[in-house]
């Protein structure tokens, strides 16, 4: 970082010496400035403003410094009818000492609205003007808030190319401002005005940006409560599950309910009417953040909503399919992997709505046949209309393992632009002893060390369950 040397005086290059320096020039001697430290400063504080306050309290404590006390008034015209204007500002003492912490961009539907008397003069005119042997008295709108002044200077601040504020500045002496105070403080003035709007833009920005990152706080704890508070208890499967969204809100989903509930259970989720078969969901919203999170929350509620016991999933996801297309999602849909288990039989019946196959695991004595249950695949839900999705049923035997996830995992890229792909998992659970922690912990650290550092850009789930041995 380059830091300015004090004032003084030393050769500065004008023309390249054999040692890189020149021979000839020589720095002017500033050492004996009484404004350049104080303007030095000044650009400083700019620099760190965070509000048109502060910037306002930068330039007018510099300007005193330099130029000794001043009066001071700022006029709006902005949104007002022609002849109209707001006194944003008026100090009629020390600027320094007086600056008001009110803050006239906020308040300014409480700010008076006026017309005539001498400053109304000023305004008819977008020409920068000065004023000499001044001496305002009985103003109509200002009274003798500025009488002690003899001189005055008005600049014009443009925005948009168009002359809505005024700066006004005055000072005893009945010709205290020449032409050349008059160019220099026209650029100076617009400079400054640009930087007070940038400096509200930008606290406006942050403003917005918080209020965004609240809302997304208040989808993303709407949406972890739509996720299973804990992992339940399905008689005969001992599962896991690793979920992490990308943003703070994300489109991953999944649940794990029993087909029939009790009474009790009727809202929420719960162990269910026993023996009953359970439904087995993981789903995948097209992007990511709070949007892909809403229609996550709508895909939720359309299959709790569905109206009866379903002989199989494939008329689930019809249904979820019909309910989406209707709601004109535009360009999310949504991807669904679901199945009904019955823990009595061990059948796992299952259908695809373009979701990544799961990975089915049989022991066969040497390590794992790994099998994808990709037997049917349909469109991804929310696209088209009256699509008819296949299922398929399995039987799962003891000591075999399912592995559901969602695309965040196989399409996590590497920082050379390799994606971790359905090989991935499958060569992360080779080792595997088929036990969900182990197999997520296989999984998990396979794709860190796959990502290397790299941020992953959606969000990744994984679901493992392993039918007990008996």
Not at 32 to 54: G, W
Not at 143 to 156: E, R
Request: contains cysteine; charged residues 25%; glycine residues 8%.
């Amino acid at each position: 970082m380059h830091t300015p040397s004090e004032p003084g005086t030393a050769e500065v290059p004008a023309c390249a010496s054999r040692e890189g320096f020149p021979s000839a020039s020589v720095r002017m001697d500033t050492s004996e400035s009484d404004r350049l430290p104080i303007l030095m400063e000044m650009v400083a504080a700019l620099s760190r403003a965070e509000d048109a306050n502060e910037v306002l309290r930068a330039f007018s404590e510099g300007f005193a410094r330099i130029y000794g006390p001043q009066g001071y008034v700022s006029i709006s015209t902005r949104g007002l009818a022609p002849g109209e204007y707001k006194i944003t500002r008026l100090i009629d003492d020390d600027v320094p000492a007086n600056m008001t912490r009110a803050d006239p961009w906020k308040d300014w539907s409480r700010l008076p609205t006026h017309r005539g008397g001498f400053l109304g003069t000023i305004i008819r005119s977008a020409y920068p003007q000065v004023v000499h042997n001044l001496y305002l008295r009985g103003d109509p709108v200002v009274g003798d808030a500025l009488a002690k002044y003899g001189s005055m200077l008005a600049i014009p601040l443009f925005d948009d190319g168009e002359p809505l504020n005024w700066s006004i500045t005055f000072r005893e002496d009945a010709a205290g401002f020449s032409l050349r105070d008059l160019e220099e403080t026209l650029l100076r003035s617009n400079l400054g005005g640009a930087t007070v709007k940038n400096t509200i833009i930008t606290r406006q920005l942050k403003e917005a940006h918080a209020a965004l990152r609240r809302e997304v706080e208040q989808i993303a704890s709407i949406q972890k409560a739509l996720l299973p508070a804990s992992i339940p208890d399905i008689p005969g499967l001992d599962i896991d599950v690793s979920y992490t969204v990308f943003d703070q809100a994300g489109g991953d989903m999944y649940a794990l309910r029993p087909l029939r509930l009790l009474d009790s259970e009727a809202v929420g989720d719960g162990p269910g009417v026993p023996g009953t078969p359970w439904r087995i969901l993981v789903a995948d919203v097209s992007g990511h953040g709070p949007a892909a999170a809403v229609v996550m929350a709508m895909m939720r509620s359309i299959i709790d909503a569905y109206p009866r016991e379903p002989a199989g999933p494939a008329e689930v996801m019809e249904f979820a399919n019909r309910h989406l297309v209707a709601k004109q999602i535009e360009s999310r849909f949504v991807t669904a992997f679901f199945a009904i288990y019955d823990p009595t039989t061990r059948r796992f019946t299952y259908t695809r709505a373009g979701h990544n196959p799961p990975i089915w695991m049989r022991p066969d004595g040497n390590g794992w046949d790994m099998a994808r249950l990709d037997a049917n695949g349909g469109l991804p839900l929310g696209i088209m209309d009256k699509v008819d999705y296949e299922e398929t049923t399995i039987t799962l035997e003891p000591g075999q393992t399912l592995v559901l996830y969602t695309d965040g995992i196989t399409e996590a890229m590497s920082p050379d632009g390799r994606m971790f792909g359905v090989e991935g998992i499958e060569g992360a659970l080779t080792e595997c002893t088929g036990y969900p922690q182990c197999a997520i912990g296989h999984i998990t650290l396979s794709l860190q060390e796959h990502e290397a550092g790299v941020r992953p850009s959606d969000d990744q789930t994984i679901i493992v369950m392993r039918v007990e041995e008996t």
